[in-house]
């Protein structure tokens, strides 16, 4: 049996889950709604204040769809109770990130600045060099971060660019001289 598959999901007391046909769960929590489809191969029950995911045979595809659907389920429960958040960090000189309205500003050394617009129930903060990114669904929240960072890669040479918070670069040693 999967070891993540098989694990029950606590559901907190504020948190409300509906189970409809073809595993559309719909969980609702302090910070909002996220609904989603499921395999609906799966089998997933609801019993007082746990989730618990169950397969319907041993096949290779059963089994990668149990740990996959639980894991799924559980995120959805933590992203409306305590959220998601990414942190990046931009570093190079004459690099920095601004907050218009809705719009994320970046200047990345390109001719002109690179705009992007916070896509819809996600939230960025930019607080000095450092890019806050807040939302409830795990996966948008990774996405946006991941397209941010794609703006500017970081370099292995001076590290110049944007890069996550707990990242590391690995630096190389540039050209030496002529002897």
Sequence with gaps: ???????PIAVPAEVTVDIAENNH????GPKGTLERTLAPEMEIKKDGETIVVTRPNDLK??????????TLLNNMVIGVTQGYS?????NGVGYRAQKQGN?????????HPVEM??????????????????????????????EIREK?????????GIKYADEVIRRKVGKTGKK
Excluded: C, F, W
């Design 1 to 7: 049996m999967s070891r993540i598959g098989r694990m």
């Design 25 to 28: 769960v719909t969980v609702k």
């Design 61 to 70: 595809r059963m089994k990668s769809l149990h740990g996959l659907t639980r």
């Design 86 to 90: 990414k942190t990046l960090e931009v």
């Design 103 to 111: 719009k994320l500003v970046l200047s990345l050394g390109y001719s």
């Design 117 to 146: 617009t916070d896509p819809e129930g996600l939230e960025s903060k930019v607080d000095g060099n450092k890019i806050v990114i807040t939302g409830i669904d795990k996966e948008k929240v990774g996405q946006y971060a991941a």
């Design 152 to 160: 500017r890669k970081p370099e292995p040479y001076k590290g110049k």
